[in-house]
T-cell receptor
Framework: SQTIHQWPATLVQPVGSPLSLECTVE??????LYWYRQAAGRGLQLLFY??????ISSEVPQNLSASRPQDRQFILSSKKLLLSDSGFYLC??????????FGPGTRLLVL | RKEVEQDPGPFNVPEGATVAFNCTYSNSASQSFFWYRQDCRKEPKLLMS???SGNEDGRFTAQLNRASQYISLLIRDSKLSDSATYLCVVNGGYGGSQGNLIFGKGTKLSVKP
């Protein structure tokens, strides 16, 4: 069965510091991978998606970037965090003709 | 008009009650529809897909009305464990595995003993 891992589970970072969140998927090859953010009182917002190694599509202009260095690894980064980057970050993969399956998420608080 | 709209609730119901959630979507080209459940401070989990003819999974029934661009979820015989936020999800209508999923903000359900 497929499993999706994210770490860290929670993170408190000062404004202006860098960020790196990692997501890995087990049990499937060449998955479509997604990064979402859920801010307080708002719905899930798609940030990036990737259909393969080195292929990244950005959905919204922002302070973040994504990379896919390996088939089952998806990384979300920032060089300098803003207060507005606080939120619940969720990595997901999508089986064919089905809804997204989410990892446990990383709760980020920028102070 | 918002892309996916849901009543935020909360819906407070007694155990055993039947409760219905509604959702409207704006993109008539959308092809895929889902209901997710999200527990407090946890990731959303896929509850069920919604098919054109309607579908049932135990106590849960999902309906789709394409003409009205409307989706519903019915929960019968509510359990305490059904307490959660229910998210309505629609794809962006672009087709293929790259089609974006649009999430509603969710409807909060609280089942009381």
């Amino acid at each position: 069965s497929q499993t999706i891992h994210q770490w860290p589970a929670t993170l408190v970072q000062p404004v202006g510091s860098p960020l790196s969140l990692e997501c890995t998927v087990e049990g499937t090859s060449n998955p479509n991978l997604y990064w979402y953010r859920q801010a307080a009182g708002r719905g899930l917002q798609l940030l990036f998606y990737s259909v393969g190694i080195g292929q990244i599509s950005s959905e919204v202009p922002q302070n973040l970037s994504a990379s896919r260095p390996q088939d089952r690894q998806f990384i979300l980064s920032s060089k300098k965090l803003l207060l507005s980057d606080s939120g619940f970050y969720l990595c997901a993969w999508r089986p064919l003709l089905a809804g997204d399956h989410f990892g446990p998420g990383t709760r980020l608080l920028v102070l | 008009r918002k892309e996916v709209e849901q009543d935020p609730g909360p819906f407070n119901v007694p155990e055993g009650a039947t409760v219905a959630f509604n959702c409207t979507y704006s993109n008539s080209a959308s092809q895929s529809f889902f209901w997710y459940r999200q527990d407090c401070r946890k990731e959303p989990k896929l509850l069920m897909s919604v098919y054109s003819s309607g579908n049932e999974d135990g106590r849960f029934t999902a309906q789709l009305n394409r003409a009205s661009q409307y989706i519903s979820l019915l929960i019968r015989d509510s359990k305490l464990s059904d307490s959660a936020t229910y998210l309505c999800v629609v794809n962006g209508g672009y087709g293929g595995s790259q089609g974006n999923l649009i999430f509603g903000k969710g409807t909060k359900l609280s089942v009381k003993p």
